[in-house]
């Protein structure tokens, strides 16, 4: 890797507000607010809006869509046409 050219690659607090979780990783994301983690090191934090634990597919909140009754629903307002 050529020296002087790369984003800064260091640890970083990503904090979900809406589920009152954060998790601390490695990136190149920059943030002026800092926040003092669990080992007792102050890393810079970066609010997101959602995260694996608000997120309605890591929850397992998701609404499965009902594709069949759409199907039927469908032929029952327009019918079967060009049936051959």
Not at 33 to 52: A, F, H, L, M, R
Not at 67 to 73: I, L, M
Request: net charge positive; charged share 30%; glycine share 8%.
């Amino acid at each position: 890797m050529k020296p002087g050219i790369h984003p800064v690659y260091r640890p970083v607090v990503f904090r979900d507000r809406a589920a009152d979780f954060a998790f601390l990783t490695r990136s190149t994301a920059t943030s002026d607010k800092t926040i003092e983690w669990e080992d007792g090191n102050t890393y810079p934090v970066i609010d997101v809006e959602i995260s694996s634990k608000s997120h309605p597919f890591y929850t397992g909140t998701a609404r499965v869509l009902d594709t069949a009754g759409r199907v039927e629903r469908f032929e029952r307002r327009y019918g079967r046409r060009g049936v051959a």
